[in-house]
């Protein structure tokens, strides 16, 4: 029963990410990537703020507030290149592109968590990275890789390496603390350090004015990504960490459909080919795990 519930957790989090990317790529494009993070962390730490009450015992222990402030730090860092990435490619390519976290998350968590990858794992993990590398090149001309790197591709990339880590740090705080400590104080860290910057550089005026003005948008780009990270820590608290996120990789199926079919965006057909590749490898990794 642990497990079913666990894989009802993961694929409701497949499905608020999928929504959340594409709200979220609208939001960085209109008022920036530092607004449209605070704006996640204050949405998500209002509405689960009433169901962490008994949980705020668990935080008074260095190890875990070191835990929950690390993990916060690192979400602000890796948000950032995500939302960066977003704003300048297209969210068929950057979503695919961010895949690369699951061989990073299963990496740690065969390091730290004792989880065990087999031949078999190993080679799908391989077939992830040939559909990122076709996803990530407008042409498949080598000899100039670098003018044909989509734009936000490296941006995308190093985000990914980052929620590698954070898929990590959120399960191991979830296993530690608890599911709802794992999101809701991380976002307490990372929008009282937005909220700074923002304030040094843009002023709380414009801030409060594009909450205004953008108050739809913001409020269903902060409830679905603070419903896809609960979900995601629910679902690793009893589930194996490779299994949870290789199903949750599913994700840019959701977010490419959405892009192509609103965003009318475009991609070529090796781009086709390689997020197939990378999506539905994702999607059996979690069959054979």
Same mark, same amino acid.
């Given at each position: 029963?642990?497990?079913?519930?666990?894989?009802?957790?993961a694929f409701l989090a497949t499905i608020c990410w999928g929504f959340g990317d594409f709200l979220i790529q609208k939001s960085v494009r209109k008022i920036?990537?530092?607004?449209?993070?605070?704006?996640?962390?204050?949405?998500?730490?209002?509405?689960?703020?009433?169901?962490?009450?008994?949980?705020?015992?668990?935080?008074f222990n260095l190890y875990n507030i070191g835990l929950l402030l690390l993990l916060g730090i690192i979400t602000f860092v890796a948000a950032i290149f995500?939302?960066?990435?977003?704003?300048?490619?297209?969210?068929?390519?950057?979503?695919?592109?961010?895949?690369?976290?699951?061989?990073?998350?299963?990496?740690?968590?065969?390091?730290?968590?004792?989880?065990?990858?087999?031949?078999?794992?190993?080679?799908?993990?391989?077939?992830?990275?040939?559909?990122?590398?076709?996803?990530?090149?407008?042409?498949? /001309?080598?000899?100039?890789?670098?003018?044909?790197?989509?734009? !936000? &591709?490296? %941006? +995308? #990339?190093?985000?990914?390496?980052?929620?590698?880590?954070?898929?990590?740090?959120?399960?191991?705080?979830?296993?530690?603390?608890?599911?709802?400590?794992?999101?809701?104080?991380?976002?307490?860290?990372?929008?009282?350090?937005?909220?700074?910057?923002?304030?040094?550089?843009?002023?709380?005026?414009?801030?409060?004015?594009?909450?205004?003005?953008?108050?739809?948008?913001?409020l269903a780009m902060g409830i679905f990504d603070t419903l896809a990270w609960l979900s995601y820590a629910y679902a690793t608290n009893k589930g194996e960490?490779?299994?949870?996120?290789?199903?949750?990789?599913?994700?840019?199926?959701?977010?490419?459909?959405?892009?192509?079919?609103? /965003?009318?965006?475009?991609?070529?057909?090796?781009?086709?080919? !390689? &997020?197939? %590749? +990378? #999506?539905?490898?994702?999607?059996?990794?979690?069959?054979?795990?």
């Open positions: 029963m642990l497990i079913e519930v666990s894989l009802i957790f920036g990537n530092l607004q449209s993070l605070a704006l996640i962390g204050i949405v998500g730490a209002i509405a689960l703020f009433p169901f962490i009450l008994h949980d705020i015992k668990n935080i995500d939302f960066e990435a977003l704003k300048r490619g297209k969210i068929s390519v950057i979503d695919v592109l961010i895949e690369l976290e699951l061989p990073v998350t299963i990496i740690l968590g065969f390091v730290f968590f004792k989880e065990v990858l087999s031949l078999q794992q190993i080679g799908i993990i391989s077939l992830i990275f040939i559909g990122i590398l076709l996803m990530a090149f407008k042409h498949l /001309n080598f000899k100039k890789h670098v003018k044909s790197f989509e734009k !936000g &591709a490296f %941006l +995308a #990339i190093l985000a990914a390496l980052g929620m590698g880590l954070i898929n990590f740090l959120t399960a191991a705080s979830s296993r530690q603390i608890s599911p709802l400590m794992a999101v809701w104080f991380p976002w307490i860290v990372f929008t009282i350090i937005c909220i700074f910057f923002i304030w040094s550089r843009e002023g709380i005026r414009n801030f409060s004015n594009n909450i205004s003005k953008f108050k739809w948008l913001v960490i490779a299994i949870i996120t290789a199903i949750t990789e599913s994700y840019p199926a959701l977010a490419m459909f959405l892009g192509l079919w609103i /965003n009318k965006e475009r991609i070529n057909l090796h781009q086709y080919i !390689g &997020a197939g %590749l +990378a #999506i539905v490898s994702s999607i059996f990794l979690s069959f054979i795990s």
